[in-house]
């Protein structure tokens, strides 16, 4: 038996003498403090003397570690988003298990803690309100915890995003791991996309060419496994720009969730985020404005959900990166669209998987790229896709009828991506997802049909009395972040029931709202200002003419300068939505949409400096 080893920590001068502690030697902790080794997990925690490096090796031995890792090797944070009430998330706990497989064969210490897991499918008043207190709760744990790197296991549309932020604020180095899309849906013998399937077959069914039969049996059908939505919706969006970025494995983004590569590729990356720490390789150094160009040509080419524009915009503030709605339009013009995937084409992400993923993309339009971006790999993006390959099955016998990822030469179109829109009516911006939106509606003049509400638009809906026809132009005001709050997934509004019982099946719709990534239609976004702080969203009434132009990137209400000013002398804000909590806090700080819709006290990048002692 052995004292404790000597210390000047007045603290310490009460303790009893202690039995059965290891030598200095044995314990893996240096011969005093003087012995840093340059990992905060280390020199802050477990390699510490006296008390505290007791109280923090003891604890942790109560989960059977063995002295051994406390030997000065790499902690790896494992930031898990798994619940169950997060369908999307569900399997992530399996996936952390495979990672951790990785960070032991590297000679890490892996640990997995949770973080707040936000279901796009269950968690209202909408995720995105919670987007930032998530990347709160990343920051936190990961500033105030001993690690070295960290793991981020992510999947829903928010996690993905949310995670980033709080992990590029703290800046320790970090790598993605998403739990890959579901496979394909079926339905009566086809494939049907999660998302996307769902505002067709409500539309078919209010028009009365769907049965209710039907119905229940292409909802029972739709998600088979676990694994996010299989469109090129927001998930699948983010877990592309999350590799376009640099952030994730080359190829690792489109993998099926069931697909034993996914745990195969998990396993990978815990081994590459232990050499991650030795390199110093942080977010700082991979998330650079390079990056960024990447990333937005990127979801210009695989028809990439408009969400995206908002959450790049918020992690580029995260690590002190200039980048603007002007940039996004400018890189993202005469980009080819190439893959041919829902709600914007045919098929779904086990398909882009299949045909080459992400990387057969990148490849295609490398010429567009910032080649020499460093990633997660170590390596550029040219060097990560130089060998990808672009596999196109179409003709084959029981394949799809042409290619889902098409060549370069050949795409489904040119500039289709996410186009910025300003005018008097959005004088900061407005984005609308181009392939997904009508063409012969991307020039448009309409009336205006005014909703304060979403709730005053669902009551309205079906009823055969309202006026409106197939050139109206359908407005939904204070649903922006601040005015729901939040910023919900409600800027696709159903096609009145009295229109899509005659076929129609697209209007022109703006708002200060979102859609979501799986859904489709000519569906202006964003309006910034939001209705809700006095935009001119806000001033548009019922009558009112509207002028869309896509192509000029023009977005106009037809109402004089003098007539504004009276209305917006005669505009009294609305009552905020609550006078507590987080939505309180959210309400008082976020800002708009053209800023990524962040709070505005998250900013910048603080850093992993270790805080003071806790006992």
């Given at each position: 038996?052995?004292?404790?080893?000597?210390?000047?920590?007045?603290?310490?001068?009460?303790l009893?003498?202690?039995?059965?502690?290891?030598t200095?030697?044995?314990?893996?902790?240096?011969?005093?403090?003087?012995?840093?080794?340059?990992?905060?997990?280390?020199?802050?925690?477990?390699?510490?003397?006296?008390r505290?490096?007791?109280?923090?090796?003891?604890?942790?031995?109560?989960q059977?570690?063995?002295?051994?890792?406390?030997?000065?090797?790499p902690v790896i944070?494992i930031?898990?988003?798994?619940?169950?009430?997060t369908?999307?998330?569900?399997?992530?706990?399996?996936l952390?298990?495979?990672?951790?497989?990785g960070?032991?064969?590297?000679?890490?210490?892996?640990?997995?803690?949770?973080?707040?897991?936000?279901?796009?499918?269950?968690?209202r008043?909408?995720a995105?309100?919670?987007?930032?207190?998530?990347?709160?709760?990343?920051e936190?744990?990961?500033?105030?915890?001993?690690?070295?790197?960290?793991v981020?296991?992510?999947?829903?549309?928010?996690?993905?995003p949310?995670?980033?932020?709080?992990?590029?604020?703290?800046?320790?180095?970090?790598?993605?791991?998403?739990?890959?899309?579901?496979?394909?849906g079926?339905?009566?013998g086809?494939?049907i996309?999660s998302?996307?399937?769902?505002?067709r077959?409500?539309?078919?069914?209010?028009?009365?060419?769907m049965?209710?039969?039907?119905?229940a049996?292409?909802?029972s059908?739709?998600?088979?496994?676990n694994?996010?939505?299989?469109?090129?919706?927001?998930?699948?969006?983010?877990?592309?720009?999350a590799?376009?970025l640099?952030?994730?494995?080359?190829?690792?983004?489109?993998?099926?969730?069931?697909?034993?590569?996914?745990?195969?590729i998990?396993?990978?990356?815990?081994?590459?985020?232990?050499e991650?720490?030795?390199?110093?390789?942080?977010?700082?150094?991979?998330?650079?404005r390079?990056?960024?160009?990447?990333?937005?040509?990127?979801?210009?080419?695989?028809g990439?959900?408009?969400?995206?524009?908002?959450?790049?915009?918020?992690i580029a503030?995260r690590?002190?990166?200039?980048?603007?709605?002007?940039?996004?339009?400018?890189?993202?013009?005469?980009?080819?669209?190439l893959?041919?995937?829902?709600?914007s084409?045919?098929?779904?992400?086990?398909?882009?998987?299949y045909?080459?993923?992400?990387?057969?993309v990148?490849?295609?339009?490398?010429?567009?790229?910032?080649a020499?971006a460093?990633t997660?790999t170590?390596?550029?993006m040219?060097?990560?896709?130089?060998?990808?390959?672009?596999?196109?099955?179409s003709?084959?016998?029981?394949?799809?009828?042409?290619a889902?990822?098409?060549?370069v030469?050949n795409?489904?179109?040119?500039?289709?991506?996410?186009?910025?829109?300003k005018?008097?009516?959005?004088?900061?911006?407005?984005v609308?997802?181009?392939?997904?939106?009508?063409?012969?509606?991307?020039?448009?003049?309409?009336?205006?049909?005014?909703?304060?509400?979403?709730?005053?638009?669902?009551?309205?809906?079906d009823?055969?009395?309202?006026d409106?026809?197939?050139?109206?132009?359908l407005?939904?005001?204070?649903?922006?972040?601040?005015?729901?709050?939040?910023m919900?997934?409600?800027?696709?509004?159903?096609?009145?029931?009295?229109l899509a019982?005659?076929g129609?099946?697209?209007?022109?719709?703006?708002?200060?709202?979102?859609m979501?990534?799986?859904?489709?239609?000519?569906?202006?976004?964003?309006?910034?200002?939001?209705?809700a702080?006095?935009?001119?969203l806000?001033l548009v009434?019922?009558g009112?003419?509207i002028?869309?132009?896509?192509?000029?990137r023009?977005?106009?209400?037809?109402?004089?300068?003098?007539?504004?000013?009276?209305?917006?002398?005669?505009w009294?804000?609305?009552?905020?939505?609550?006078?507590?909590?987080?939505a309180r806090?959210?309400?008082d700080?976020?800002?708009q949409?053209?800023?990524?819709?962040?709070?505005?006290?998250?900013?910048?990048?603080?850093?992993?400096?270790v805080?003071?002692?806790?006992h």
């Amino acid at each position: 038996m052995t004292d404790l080893p000597p210390t000047d920590d007045p603290r310490d001068a009460d303790l009893p003498p202690a039995t059965g502690v290891p030598t200095p030697e044995k314990a893996g902790v240096p011969d005093g403090p003087e012995a840093p080794n340059g990992l905060r997990s280390y020199d802050h925690w477990f390699g510490e003397q006296g008390r505290n490096g007791f109280i923090h090796r003891s604890w942790m031995r109560a989960q059977g570690f063995s002295e051994e890792v406390f030997d000065g090797r790499p902690v790896i944070g494992i930031c898990n988003t798994w619940s169950e009430l997060t369908p999307c998330n569900a399997h992530l706990r399996r996936l952390a298990e495979s990672v951790k497989r990785g960070v032991w064969q590297a000679g890490g210490f892996p640990l997995e803690f949770p973080v707040m897991s936000l279901g796009e499918t269950m968690l209202r008043p909408t995720a995105m309100l919670f987007r930032n207190l998530l990347s709160m709760d990343v920051e936190e744990s990961l500033r105030g915890n001993p690690i070295d790197g960290t793991v981020l296991l992510t999947g829903c549309d928010k996690t993905t995003p949310g995670s980033i932020m709080g992990a590029a604020s703290v800046d320790l180095p970090t790598l993605v791991v998403t739990g890959g899309p579901m496979l394909n849906g079926k339905f009566r013998g086809c494939d049907i996309g999660s998302g996307t399937a769902v505002w067709r077959f409500t539309q078919e069914r209010n028009a009365g060419r769907m049965t209710e039969e039907d119905y229940a049996a292409a909802e029972s059908g739709m998600s088979r496994s676990n694994g996010h939505c299989m469109t090129m919706g927001t998930a699948s969006t983010m877990a592309c720009m999350a590799e376009a970025l640099g952030l994730q494995l080359t190829g690792s983004a489109a993998i099926p969730a069931v697909d034993s590569r996914r745990y195969s590729i998990a396993q990978q990356a815990g081994r590459r985020i232990v050499e991650m720490v030795h390199e110093d390789l942080k977010p700082s150094d991979i998330l650079t404005r390079d990056a960024f160009a990447n990333a937005v040509r990127a979801n210009a080419a695989i028809g990439g959900s408009t969400n995206a524009v908002i959450h790049l915009l918020a992690i580029a503030g995260r690590v002190g990166v200039e980048l603007s709605l002007d940039d996004m339009d400018e890189w993202a013009r005469g980009v080819p669209w190439l893959a041919d995937l829902q709600p914007s084409g045919q098929y779904l992400m086990e398909d882009f998987y299949y045909a080459g993923g992400l990387p057969a993309v990148l490849r295609e339009i490398l010429p567009l790229l910032k080649a020499d971006a460093i990633t997660v790999t170590g390596k550029t993006m040219g060097e990560n896709v130089a060998n990808a390959e672009r596999i196109d099955w179409s003709g084959q016998e029981g394949k799809p009828g042409q290619a889902v990822i098409r060549p370069v030469g050949n795409p489904l179109g040119s500039g289709a991506g996410t186009a910025v829109l300003k005018g008097n009516l959005a004088p900061d911006g407005a984005v609308v997802k181009q392939s997904a939106a009508s063409e012969r509606l991307l020039q448009h003049r309409g009336k205006a049909l005014v909703f304060s509400s979403i709730e005053e638009y669902d009551l309205a809906v079906d009823d055969p009395d309202l006026d409106v026809d197939e050139d109206t132009v359908l407005v939904l005001q204070n649903a922006g972040p601040r005015g729901y709050p939040g910023m919900p997934e409600v800027g696709n509004m159903t096609i009145p029931r009295k229109l899509a019982e005659i076929g129609v099946d697209d209007m022109v719709r703006i708002s200060d709202a979102r859609m979501s990534g799986t859904a489709y239609g000519t569906v202006v976004l964003h309006v910034t200002p939001e209705a809700a702080v006095g935009g001119p969203l806000a001033l548009v009434r019922t009558g009112d003419w509207i002028e869309l132009d896509v192509p000029a990137r023009r977005l106009h209400l037809d109402v004089s300068d003098e007539e504004l000013e009276k209305r917006r002398a005669d505009w009294q804000p609305p009552a905020p939505p609550t006078d507590r909590g987080w939505a309180r806090l959210y309400v008082d700080h976020v800002t708009q949409a053209s800023k990524g819709c962040d709070l505005d006290f998250l900013v910048g990048r603080t850093g992993s400096a270790v805080a003071r002692q806790s006992h």
